[in-house]
């Protein structure tokens, strides 16, 4: 069966710090990760999917089928960063799975 | 991109009761769907709603408690039935464009609560 797992369900780092928001997944087919992100008072909005290898807002994750991980990473936190993050997984169907969400905090 | 709104906003209701929520989406979208997010959890899908036929149920969700109407592209439908606290949630429409985007939108969520 399918499963999203992400560790952390808090994160604090200071402004100007790395930030790294873990996400593993278990899935016997071939993968489609997301991040997704949600801001205060704000809806469920897409961040990156993995399949694009793209950059936004500075955060970027790399597929990692041999640890069978989706990590999202930036350098350097901005306070703007601070909201709840989600990973989802999506199987062959149309089913996106999610993880429970990290809530990161970026102090200033 | 789709632009979703969902009425009502939140309610708070009777336990017994049924609560129908509302979606509609700002163009016509291939694929709708159902989420629950009970408090302190993740989303949950709930059903996919197909335009013209019965909606498919993710397993422990069956249509006598949330049965969902799509009449067309653009609205769809979810009735919570017979409410217990246990139904205390958010729940979220969320749509796919077409089948091959991969992007999936969210609507700004109804939050309901039973008493």
């Known amino acids: 069966a399918q499963r999203v797992t992400q560790p952390e369900k808090l994160l604090s780092v200071f402004k100007g710090a790395p930030v790294e928001l873990k996400c593993n997944y278990s899935y016997s087919g071939s993968p489609e990760l997301f991040w997704y992100v949600q801001y205060s008072r704000q809806r469920l909005q897409l961040l990156l999917r993995h399949i694009s290898r793209e950059s936004i807002k500075g955060f970027t994750a790399d597929l990692n089928k041999g640890e069978t991980s989706f990590h999202l990473k930036k350098p350097f936190a901005q306070e703007e960063d601070s909201a709840m993050y989600y990973c989802a997984l999506r199987t062959g169907a149309n089913n996106l799975f999610f993880g429970t969400g990290t809530r990161l905090t970026v102090i200033p | 991109s789709a632009v979703i709104s969902q009425k009502p906003s939140r309610d708070i209701c009777q336990r017994g009761t049924s609560l129908t929520i509302q979606c509609q989406v700002d163009s016509q979208v291939t694929m709708m769907f159902w989420y629950r997010q009970q408090p302190g959890q993740s989303l949950t899908l709930i059903a996919t709603a197909n335009q013209g036929s019965e909606a498919t149920y993710e397993s422990g969700f069956v249509i006598d408690k949330f049965p969902i109407s799509r009449p067309n592209l653009t609205f769809s439908t979810l009735t919570v039935s017979n409410m217990s606290p246990e139904d205390s949630s958010i729940y979220l429409c969320?749509?796919?464009?077409?089948?091959?985007?991969?992007?999936?939108?969210f609507g700004p969520g109804t939050r309901l609560t039973v008493l």
């Open positions: 969320s749509v796919r464009p077409s089948a091959v985007t991969d992007t999936q939108y």
